[in-house]
């Protein structure tokens, strides 16, 4: 008994040799201003790392919204970088700056880059990665998206932890495989709080953490966007703070069985680097 | 000889000297030519491969001097002022340039002259012996002054024959009879007045070039060489307190072929390994590689446009570089690779047209963001969406009539029940761009009514009704315009 935890323990220092940075400092983390999901998350998004969000074609609008937003946070007063196909211009429509600007989004620190294919764009990604000078990089992809499988994904996870780039992986219509991310998100559009007269009111999400690298996930909660302060309001009164199975969330078209599949293992609080090492 | 097309009917355009010499001339319809001669061989008018040509011909004479312009359709203008010593005399160089382009079958005349205009005169109008130019210019005839048709035959009928009865004349009463273009035109021609030649290439701020004895076929050795002469522009740079915003460099073949390479910068850059990244980065992207063949003679690194860049110094530990020198060169390396028109910059446009309201330009070349006016009310909710289409997708939808608000629509085979919404926001076509002033008509564009809408499940679009029922439109469509976050 003794042995095994003397064994155990000169594992721990073995692979805390290993890490690049070590488990015991904490990861920079961004506030989302949204209350339970700050909790949850232990502080807020994780800077340097991989964030993926899914969302149906449908929910198009929503999910590149709360993208943005996550991206926008993240990036601080630094520029944010938007790399998306030609193909998901011609399909989801143009990037468009008053837009942008009334949401409280400062459409001036945003560079878009439209790339002819998917290949060029992960590419492109990960130079940008590379590029301590950004602040996030919001990459769209749509449909299946067959290139950014787990090497990919860890290929792009270790750029962001080398410079401390965050990238905001949005998934328009894609299916979870595995892949090197440390949250993973499923948004759609949830229904406004509405104004005087039956008005379309400030943009609300419904957001579920599919998966933490880190801790706990399976949670549901309600965003609403927050253009005053340019951030996420502190909590709605309908948002429902109680743990869910997957299996039981079938608001969505999001089945389990992409789940059980889609759980990369590592071990929490390690990062992608000692991977590939 | 050569036809075009002119009002309907073929004419002749260019003739050669056989065809003049059977009397055709140019004006001539080609079924009166054919007529009077039936075995013409003729092709059709090509202006545009006739410039393509000339301006490859012009590019070839920057062998002799570096301001050579196009004298647009038939001649090429060289100004060889402190160029001809090199050649051995003004003579040699024009007896250079003369052989080198008959050798292409080209039949060629040439003047030499103080004047651009001159030269120009004297090579089209024969001028019999004379003691100097200007004797040489007096004597042509007023034609060469290239007035126009009802100019030219007022001073033929005025009794005014050639360039030396016009300059006996005083300038004022040239002017009050024939305008000023001909006093001006006198001037130039004579070398009176000065009109500067505007010459094809303008001149690069700094150019190098490197010759090599025996073509090399290395393309490695190639860019090293290259680099040393990055670092020679460089140092070009330094001393004028500039820095380059474009690069080009050539690579001339053994064969005569040339590759140019362009590269574009946000900032402005002189240190020779970032040039090299970039001239890398755009070697990669070619469809071809960069072929030596038999070898490449020449290399040529043009810097066509800098700017002003003061001295910086490295940070003293690390020499970390600034941030947005950091960003300014993932810009390039993109804008590279994928092509400048693929990283954008957004920058708003004054149009309360929607899709006018915003500009995406090269983030290469917009480099200071503009202010964004933000919405008049913080904390509202957004007025305009997230994502635009353009052009607008039309929409089925149900709605009261004549102009009452949407119920429910269908968009991509999806039938959507709105239950919240917010308009109509109406915009007006631009009136003031109608023709003739009107404020009915299809020039202008149609009024438009926009509505903020919210279906059952929560997504938001913007969508509009395009015209006014009854009055613009019998049945005006219904479009989606936007997706709100």
């Not at chain 1, 990459?139 to 499988?149: C, K, N, S, T, W």
């Not at chain 1, 709605?236 to 703070?241: F, I, K, L, M, Q």
């Not at chain 2, 070898?295 to 947005?324: I, K, N, S, Y």
Request: aromatic residues 6%; negative net charge.
């Amino acid at each position: 008994m003794i042995e095994s935890v003397t064994t155990l323990a000169a594992l721990r220092r073995r692979i805390a040799s290993l890490e690049r940075i070590p488990a015991g400092q904490a990861v920079p983390r961004v506030a989302t201003g949204h209350v339970q999901l700050d909790r949850a998350l232990g502080g807020g998004l994780s800077r340097g790392r991989l964030h993926e969000l899914f969302g149906s074609i449908e929910d198009e609008g929503a999910a590149a919204g709360l993208a943005l937003g996550f991206a926008q946070l993240l990036a601080g007063e630094q520029p944010l970088l938007w790399l998306r196909t030609a193909a998901a211009e011609r399909a989801g429509g143009m990037a468009y700056g008053p837009g942008l600007a009334a949401l409280g989004m400062a459409p001036d620190r945003l560079l878009i880059g439209v790339m002819t294919e998917e290949a060029m764009l992960l590419r492109a990604a990960v130079d940008a990665l590379r590029c301590p000078a950004l602040g996030a990089l919001m990459i769209e992809l749509r449909g299946r998206a067959p290139l950014l499988d787990l090497t990919a994904s860890r290929r792009l996870a270790l750029a962001a932890e080398g410079s401390g780039v965050t990238a905001v992986i949005l998934r328009i219509g894609g299916e979870p495989v595995p892949s090197a991310a440390d949250t993973r998100w499923q948004v759609r559009a949830a229904p406004s709080i509405p104004l005087p007269g039956n008005a379309p009111g400030m943009s609300a999400f419904d957001l579920s953490l599919l998966r933490q690298r880190a801790g706990p996930d399976g949670f549901h909660w309600r965003l609403t966007w927050d253009s005053g302060r340019s951030s996420f309001a502190k909590a709605d009164e309908e948002a429902r703070d109680e743990r869910h199975d997957h299996g039981q969330d079938s608001a969505g078209g999001y089945g389990q069985a992409a789940l059980s599949g889609a759980v990369v293992p590592l071990s929490a609080d390690r990062s992608a680097s000692d991977r590939a090492a | 000889m050569v036809v075009e097309q002119v009002r309907g009917a073929m004419r002749l355009a260019t003739l050669d000297a056989d065809a003049l010499a059977l009397g055709l001339t140019p004006g001539m319809t080609l079924a009166d030519a054919r007529a009077r001669e039936p075995a013409l061989r003729v092709f059709d008018a090509d202006p545009h491969g006739d410039q393509d040509w000339l301006e490859r011909l012009c590019d070839g004479c920057t062998r002799y001097t570096p301001i050579a312009a196009l004298d647009s359709p038939f001649g090429l203008i060289l100004d060889i002022t402190g160029c001809a010593h090199l050649w051995g005399g003004e003579e040699v160089l024009a007896r250079d340039a003369v052989d080198r382009l008959e050798r292409h079958g080209m039949g060629v005349r040439h003047a030499l002259a103080g004047t651009a205009e001159g030269a120009h005169a004297l090579c089209r109008f024969p001028a019999g012996a004379a003691a100097d130019e200007n004797a040489a210019l007096r004597r042509l005839p007023v034609e060469v002054l290239r007035l126009e048709e009802e100019s030219a035959v007022a001073l033929r009928r005025a009794g005014l024959r050639t360039v030396g009865d016009l300059a006996a004349r005083p300038a004022s009463a040239l002017a009050a009879r024939f305008g000023e273009d001909a006093v001006d035109a006198l001037g130039n021609l004579l070398g009176l007045g000065r009109r500067p030649l505007a010459p094809r290439r303008p001149r690069p701020v700094v150019r190098i070039e490197r010759r090599f004895a025996e073509p090399i076929g290395s393309t490695a050795f190639a860019l090293r060489t290259l680099e040393e002469m990055a670092a020679e522009a460089g140092e070009g740079l330094t001393e004028r307190g500039q820095g380059g915003r474009r690069f080009e460099a050539v690579f001339f073949r053994s064969d005569g072929l040339a590759f140019p390479l362009r590269v574009e910068t946000s900032l402005p850059v002189r240190d020779a390994p970032t040039i090299m990244r970039l001239v890398q980065e755009r070697i990669d992207g070619l469809s071809d590689p960069l072929d030596p063949g038999f070898g490449f003679d020449m290399l040529r690194l043009t810097v066509p446009q800098a700017e002003p860049m003061a001295p910086t110094q490295l940070a003293l530990e690390g020499g970390e570089a600034r941030r947005g020198e950091g960003m300014a060169a993932l810009v390039d390396r993109l804008s590279i690779r994928a092509g400048r028109n693929r990283i954008q910059r957004l920058h708003p446009n004054d149009s309360h047209i929607p899709e006018q309201a915003q500009l995406a330009l090269p983030a290469v070349e917009s480099r200071a963001p503009a202010h964004w006016p933000s919405q008049e009310e913080k904390g509202d909710p957004p007025l305009r969406p997230l994502h635009l289409f353009d052009p607008p997708q039309p929409v089925e939808v149900v709605a009261e009539v004549p102009d009452g608000p949407p119920h429910r629509f269908r968009w991509r085979r999806a039938l959507h029940e709105i239950i919240r919404f917010e308009g109509p926001e109406r915009i007006a076509p631009e009136w003031w761009k109608a023709k003739d002033g009107a404020l009915e008509g299809e020039s202008a564009g149609l009024t438009r009514d926009y509505y903020r809408v919210e279906d059952a499940r929560g997504r938001r679009y913007w969508i509009f009704r395009h015209g006014l029922y009854g009055t613009e439109a019998a049945h005006p469509g219904w479009y989606i315009h936007g997706l709100f976050a």
